[in-house]
């Protein structure tokens, strides 16, 4: 694959279905009951503030990122790159096609959350300058299960 085959855009409200398939295919944890429902994901899509890029090679998407921000702070989740098109360079312009969208918000602070057991990411966003804080503790509240 070459880099002129690649194209990252904004995801279309018409690709839920694709969307949910990549991140399907590359085995992420997603909760279509809750957060994940396309109703949910097509509120996503109108919100100035979040970005839902996909990558796609030959008219297939391939890949796919959220990038959101809350003013302070930009935040990357959810990037999935479909196995057969790994170490191509998709992730990295996904994670760039995000860092670009916080810079042109004023946005000079990046960050993701990795789940413990997913070491690949981890190997991933430290060798693209990431740094790993063992020092913050996360914490939640769902107001069910499903979410």
């Known amino acids: ?3 002129s085959d690649l194209i990252i855009r904004q ?3 018409s690709e839920y279905d694709v969307l949910i398939d990549v991140w399907t295919r590359s085995s992420l944890p997603f909760k279509p009951e809750g957060r994940d429902t396309k109703e949910n994901i097509l509120d996503q899509l109108k919100i100035n503030n979040n970005r839902f890029f996909v990558a796609v090679v030959d008219n297939e998407l391939v890949g796919a990122i959220i990038a959101s921000h809350n003013g302070r702070k930009g935040w990357i989740n959810r990037l999935a790159v479909l196995p057969e098109f790994r170490e191509k360079g998709i992730a990295a312009a996904l994670i760039k096609k995000s860092e670009e969208f916080f810079l042109s918000n004023n946005i000079k602070i990046f960050a993701c959350l990795i789940e413990d057991w997913n070491e690949q ?3 991933y966003f430290l060798n693209k300058d990431y740094t ?16």
């Open 121 to 123: 990411s981890m190997r």
């Open 132 to 147: 790993e804080h063992k020092d913050i503790i996360y914490f939640t509240k769902k107001i069910g299960p499903e979410i």
């Open 1 to 3: 694959m070459k880099n």
């Open 11 to 13: 995801l279309k409200p």
